[in-house]
Structure formats: C-alpha cells, structure tokens
C-alpha cells in the first residue's frame, strides 16, 4: 500500500479538521483562492508521499531558522512532521553513518521522484575541500544526491546566486547550485534568508500538486518575486512626493520618510518583505526604519554599502529586468505595446503580492 | 460632505504641485528619468471622486482626490484604503500636501527608465486609466458558461462571500 502524506499526518496526531485548515491555509499563501483548497486536501490524501531531502552547504542555516518559524503553528507542524524532511542535518535525529544511510535510501527508493533541497552552496576550490561533510566534500554528495532528484530547491542567497561566501574575490569559489548541476530543474528561493510563508508555500505546492510553481526568467517563484520592495512599500507615498529621510535622525526619519537617500534597495529588489512581511506579518526592515540592503539580488555583497544610495538605478533597473515576467519594462520600448505593458502593470497593482500568477490551479 | 474635497476638477492642482516637488525635492536624483515630465493625462468623476493617473518623472501612479461622494479617507503615509473599481479592488496609500490636500496613490510602475519619451508615458498611463474603469467580464461567467455548455452551475465553485451575495444565481460579484 502506498503511504500518502495524510497517512502520514494522522500518523502524527494530527486531526483532519487541523489538516483541512492547513490546506486552507496554503491555498491562501499561495494566492489560489478558496476553490483550490479542497484540490490541495486531494492531492495529499491520495498521492504517494514526495520525501524531501535537505542538504546544508556553505552557510548560515538561518534559512532553516526561518522556515522552522513559518507563521501558522500548524504549518510549522504539519510541514515538520508530515511533509517528509527525511533528511536535513539541522532538524534529524539521526546522526553518522544512520544519517548517511538514509541519503542512499532515499536515492534508491525514490529515484527520481524526491525533491532536493540545498541549503547553502558548494565552494569548487581544492576540489571541494572547504566544505567538508561525512568524509567528503560537499560538492560530491550535492551532485550524488541531484543525479536521482526530481527537481531541486535552491534555498537562499547561497544556493541562488552565492551570498556572502561567493562575494569578491571568493576564495571558496563558492558557487551557486544551478551552476553546478545543469541538468535538473532549479527552483531558486534567494534571500537571506527567505521569507519563511514564502518557503512553506513553495514546499507545499510542489508536494501538492507535482509540479513546479511558474518561475520567471531567473527561475524564482513569481507569485513572491513578481514584484519589487517599492512596489509595495508603506512609505512609497513618501518617495511619490520627494519626502526623503536625510540622516537617521532627522525630522524625516522620525516621520517615517523615504529612505531612498539613505541607501535602501527597495526600488531594485524583487522579493514580498513588504506584503507578507516578517515575523508572522508584524514588520519588515524598512518599518522598522532602516532601508531594504536587497538580500534576495544576486551579488548584493558586491553591489557597494548597504548606506550608498543607489545611484545607478537605471543600469541596476535594466539588470533587473532582464528577468521581468512579461511585464513592463523591456515591453514598453514599442509605443504600440503599451496597451499590453499598462494592463499588466494595472493587474500587478490589484495584486497583492506579486504579477498576475496563473497557476493553472484555479 | 469633506470640507477639503475638490468640487472642480483639480487635474491642473494635482499637476501643479507635482511639477513643483520635481522641481525641488526630486530634483538631480537619479531616479529621475530626464525625459519625461509630470502630467495628469486623465481625470474624472467616479463615483462622487475624483480619479485619475499621475504622471512624473520617477513614477506613474494612479490617484484619487476627494470629491462630494464622501468616501474617501484623508488618511496619512501607513494608511490605506481599498476600492472597488470597475476592473477589481485596488488599494490606495494615503498622503497629504500643503496646497492640494490629502489625496490617495497607487503604483502602476517605478521607477519610469523604461518610459523613453513623454508620448509613451501619457499613452501607457491613458491605457491603465481606460482598463481601470473598463469593466471585466461577469464574474459569473463560468457558471454561466458551465449552464450553457449543459453542465450544472452547481458544480462550479462558489465562495461563501458569492453565494451570500446571490453569486451562484449570475449576481453579486
């Protein structure tokens, strides 16, 4: 008999009333509307459980510090104990050659159907040897543990595009997963770390419904890397009406001014801090008064001060926008295209948390 | 009825006071894209407000100044109100400036590089506008679709908010 993940789940104690609220809740997260809810219980009651293996490269494990803190409690729970982390160095029991163990076995019994998740990033230098686990380096069981995989899970700036570890001259060489493994599909989730609704959302939609989210050109999830800091910032009508913050402790800043002057990445920084916002939705950096320092772009260690203002916008904007998902910007070049490029725009602004998604669940 | 609403248009006030922050303090920064200038390429009466876009130089945005209706809010920065237009529910950011008031703003795009002249903009603001007050197809439509195509309405999803509202019988939106 195959084993489901609500098997799975009651095996845990959990009710089916706390499972169908979880399923509710998800479908909210994931901006499917409530009609995908019941689809969401489906799928976890009738397909075979996806394990997901979790590796930790070169990094901080704030992602997993994160994504333990996803907002609901029971999203926490059930994602912890239902969905499967068969693997994951920070949150097993398991330890040595038992831990080791259960890599292969997931590598052989689910060949080709587990997700991989990685956590930080490979360093290339001295044939891997700066990132050294169970005897070898890194770098190997990344590439072992991908060759079976599904599709993988690229969590954070490190594993995205290489943070601070990959920042110049990079010692390491530190390297970002799909640079290492090409020929599996990369589902980045940069950030430093991401926002952990964002991180859950995206599990459990890849668990759901077998597929992967509709990612945009830099392969990030669209529904939460659609739009920019800017776009949704609070004090947005503060930079509309040049009401700028000029020091930290100015008459500007105790208004709650722009701090555009002050150096914040907003206006070139796709990531959903300032809709889903941090800590179950209570703030974000820029409420708390100190600009975005653009986390989730890649190369944000290489890109000057957190406190410089941007002053190249344009070229940052051209470079953001090679990866626009349909939208506006290299649209709007044509006057004939407009029509197409407002219209997004208008739906972008109606959306709350990024473009118009079609998820082709609804 | 607001004591600070617009009885006439206030296009040319709305534009007047943004041409007046570009030329001061958004003036040299580089978010500013030299090309364009601030514009209100529309705005009209809904509804008993006023509504129109905003052209500038760093951004355009759809606005809503008080009129007679008596819905608006004269809200500050960190608030904000939803409205229902034609095409959806949009979410407006309060503000407030000496000589227009408070007035409400939605971002349709910022900053405006990818505006190359003055034409462009007007032309891609004027589209947002019309889309803006266009209204969408029915919102019953797949039901409706369903019942003709044989099958039953019934099967459609329906949210608890619609079916209140008379959603499952071709009304309420």
């Given amino acids: 008999m195959i084993e489901t993940f609500y098997d799975v789940l009651r095996r845990q104690g959990i009710t089916r009333r706390s499972f169908l609220k979880f399923c509710s809740l998800t479908a909210t997260s994931l901006g499917l509307g409530a009609a995908a809810a019941p689809r969401i219980a489906h799928a976890l009651e009738s397909k075979p459980r996806t394990p997901v293996v979790w590796l930790h490269g070169l990094e901080c494990t704030c992602c997993t510090e994160s994504f333990i803190r996803s907002a609901h409690p029971l999203t926490k729970d059930v994602i912890l104990s239902m969905l499967s982390l068969d693997y994951d160095d920070t949150l097993m029991a398991a330890a040595g050659h038992q831990a080791e163990a259960i890599l292969k076995e997931v590598k052989e019994k689910y060949k080709g159907q587990y997700i991989l998740a990685v956590e930080g990033n490979p360093p290339l230098n001295e044939d891997g040897m700066y990132c050294f686990q169970g005897g070898r380096p890194f770098v190997e069981k990344l590439k072992e543990m991908a060759a079976d995989c599904k599709a993988i899970i690229a969590w954070g700036s490190c594993a995205s595009w290489g943070c601070v570890q990959a920042a110049k001259p990079n010692p390491t060489r530190a390297t970002p997963v799909h640079k290492v493994i090409t020929d599996k599909p990369v589902i980045k989730v940069p950030g430093c770390p991401p926002i952990p609704e964002v991180m859950t959302a995206v599990v459990t939609y890849m668990l759901s419904f077998e597929r992967m989210p509709t990612l945009d050109r830099m392969g990030r999830p669209a529904m939460f890397y659609g739009q920019r800091i800017h776009d949704k910032c609070y004090r947005r009508p503060h930079f509309d009406a040049g009401q700028f913050a000029e020091t930290w402790d100015d008459e500007g800043a105790r208004k709650g001014y722009c701090l555009y002057k002050m150096g914040c990445k907003g206006p070139t920084t796709y990531n959903a801090c300032s809709t889903v916002r941090w800590n179950e939705g209570v703030s974000f950096p820029i409420q708390s008064g100190h600009g975005c320092i653009g986390c989730s772009e890649d190369g944000f260690w290489d890109k000057g001060s957190f406190y410089s203002r941007v002053t190249d916008i344009k070229q940052f904007g051209i470079e953001a926008n090679a990866d626009k998902v349909g939208a506006t910007a290299a649209a709007v070049v044509g006057a004939g295209i407009a029509a197409h490029a407002a219209v997004t725009a208008l739906a972008r602004a109606r959306n709350k948390t990024g473009i118009d998604v079609k998820q082709g669940e609804q | 009825m607001n004591p600070a609403c617009h009885t006439e248009n206030p296009r040319h006030l709305l534009a007047a006071t943004f041409t007046r922050i570009a030329a001061t303090r958004m003036a040299g920064l580089p978010v500013v894209n030299p090309a364009l200038a601030v514009a209100v390429p529309a705005m009209e009466a809904w509804q008993g407000e006023w509504v129109g876009v905003l ?48 007035y409400q703003s939605c971002s349709l795009l910022s900053p405006a590089f990818e505006l190359s002249t003055q034409a462009d903009a007007e032309d891609f603001a004027l589209t947002a506008f019309d889309a803006l007050l266009a209204a969408p197809p029915p919102a019953s439509a797949s039901a409706e679709g369903a019942r003709l195509g044989g099958g039953s309405a019934i099967s459609q999803p329906v949210s608890r908010r619609d079916f209140l509202r008379g959603g499952l019988f071709g009304g309420g939106r």
């Fill in chain 2, 55 to 102: 052209v500038t130089p760093w951004a355009v945005n759809l606005a809503i100044l008080p009129g007679p209706g008596g819905r608006f809010r004269p809200i500050e920065v960190g608030g904000a109100q939803w409205w229902e237009l034609p095409s959806g529910r949009y979410e407006f950011l309060g503000n407030r400036e000496d000589g227009l008031g408070h």
